[in-house]
C-alpha cells in the first residue's frame, strides 16, 4: 500500500510539474520567395533573442532585447516592434521592423500544452537591407508559421 502511495505522489509531482521555458520559431516567407523574416521569441510573448529580415539575398539581423511583442492566439494577433540601435546617436545606424499579423487568416495547427503550431499571413515594413534603395521597405505581405514547444 505505501508503494502505490509513493509511486501516486511521485505521478502527480511529475504531471503537475512544468517543464519551463521554450523558444518560439517564427519562419514567414513571401508569395514571391524574396522576401523572408525569421525571429526567436523567447515563450512566444517574452523577449526577442534573434530576428533576421532577408530580401532578395540581402540580410539585416537584429541582435536585441529592445522589441516589443503582443500575442493573442485566440484573436489571431501577433505584434512585433523591434528597435536596434547600434549608436544611439547615429540615426542612419537606427534599424526597426514592425510586423503584425492579419487576424482573419489566423489558424491553430496544434494547440497541446507544450507544443503549439500556428499559421497565418501577416505584414511586415522595416529597415531596408538592400543597399541603393529607400531607407524603408515596402509594405510586405507573409505567410508564416510559428511553432513552439517545452
Same mark, same amino acid.
Given at each position: ?34 522576401? /523572408?523574416? =525569421?525571429?526567436?521569441? *523567447?515563450? +512566444? ?8 529580415? #532577408? %530580401?532578395?539575398?540581402? !540580410? ?28 544611439? /546617436?547615429? =540615426?542612419?545606424?537606427? *534599424?526597426? +521592423? ?8 489566423? #489558424? %491553430?495547427?496544434?494547440? !497541446? ?36 514547444? +517545452?
Amino acid at each position: 500500500m505505501k508503494n502505490i502511495i509513493g509511486i501516486l505522489i511521485l505521478w502527480i509531482g511529475l504531471v503537475s510539474f512544468d517543464l519551463g521555458s521554450g523558444t518560439a520559431y517564427l519562419k514567414c516567407k513571401s508569395e514571391s520567395g524574396r522576401t /523572408e523574416f =525569421y525571429a526567436e521569441l *523567447q515563450d +512566444i510573448e517574452g523577449l526577442l533573442e534573434k530576428a533576421i529580415l #532577408k %530580401i532578395d539575398e540581402t !540580410e539585416l539581423e537584429y541582435k536585441t532585447n529592445e522589441g516589443h511583442i503582443i500575442f493573442d492566439p485566440k484573436n489571431g494577433v501577433l505584434t512585433m516592434y523591434i528597435v536596434d540601435l547600434e549608436n544611439k /546617436e547615429d =540615426y542612419l545606424s537606427h *534599424q526597426y +521592423i514592425q510586423f503584425w499579423s492579419i487576424p482573419s487568416t489566423f #489558424k %491553430i495547427v496544434k494547440n !497541446e500544452r507544450h507544443h503549439q503550431i500556428y499559421e497565418f499571413k501577416a505584414k511586415i515594413y522595416g529597415t531596408e537591407p538592400r543597399k541603393q534603395k529607400e531607407f524603408n521597405t515596402p509594405i510586405i505581405t507573409l505567410n508564416c508559421r510559428l511553432e513552439y514547444e +517545452i
